[in-house]
Structure formats: structure tokens, C-alpha cells
């Protein structure tokens, strides 16, 4: 069993940045992929940034060039770095871990950019 949790979400305005950690109870070198998704009122939830353990990144085209996705074994905690938030970034963050064959869920964070 995986526990995943999130932290680091708030209010910012436009333009703001914020810092999303996500803390596993396993070493993450265990973990063969971790990712951020979001889920907006009334929308699906979608992906927003993965990263396997070899430290491939993968981006939402939405969020290329602003966010970046880390991984640090040595806390074993995941990271998105997200700058130039806007509106619709505005959504519940949620942190992911696959482990196959099974995967694993935090419990989500608020990201609200709003003036």
C-alpha cells in the first residue's frame, strides 16, 4: 500500500507561481510513474505532467513551458513547479503513483488563480 500525500496548493493571482509536493510513504524508487492530474468543477479530470523513475517528463500541452514535474528519491516526494498560473488552471490537484500493476491516489489540493 502507497500513501500519497499533497500539499502546497492556495489562492494566487494571474501570473502567480506555486509549488505542489507530493509526500509517498514508500522510497519512490519503488514507484515506476508519478504525475499530477487536475479536475476542474464540472469537467473531467485530466493529466497534467508525469515523470517514470529514469526521469522522463511528459506535459499537458496546456501546461508546456509553464509547469515542471520533479522527482526527489532522497525525500521521496514529488514536486510540480508551476509558474504563470491563469484562471483555468484553477482545479483540485491530485498526485499519482504507479506501482504495477496497481496505482495509487493523494487526496487532491486546491490551485485557485483568481484577482
Known amino acids: 500500500q502507497v500513501q500519497l500525500v499533497e500539499s502546497g496548493g492556495g489562492l494566487v493571482q494571474p501570473g502567480g507561481s506555486l509549488r505542489l509536493s507530493c509526500a509517498a510513504s514508500?522510497?519512490?524508487?519503488?514507484?515506476?510513474?508519478m504525475g499530477w492530474y487536475r479536475q476542474a468543477p464540472g469537467r473531467q479530470r485530466e493529466m497534467v505532467a508525469t515523470?517514470?523513475?529514469?526521469?522522463?517528463?511528459k506535459y499537458a500541452d496546456s501546461v508546456k513551458g509553464r509547469f515542471t514535474i520533479s522527482r526527489d528519491n532522497a525525500q521521496n516526494t514529488s514536486f510540480l513547479q508551476m509558474i504563470s498560473l491563469q484562471p483555468e488552471d484553477t482545479a483540485v490537484y491530485y498526485c499519482?503513483?504507479?506501482?504495477?500493476?496497481?496505482?495509487?491516489w493523494g487526496q487532491g489540493t486546491q490551485v485557485t488563480a483568481s484577482s
Open positions: 515523470i517514470t523513475s529514469g526521469g522522463i517528463t
Open positions: 499519482k503513483a504507479l506501482r504495477l500493476p496497481y496505482e495509487y
Open positions: 514508500v522510497s519512490i524508487s519503488m514507484l515506476n510513474t
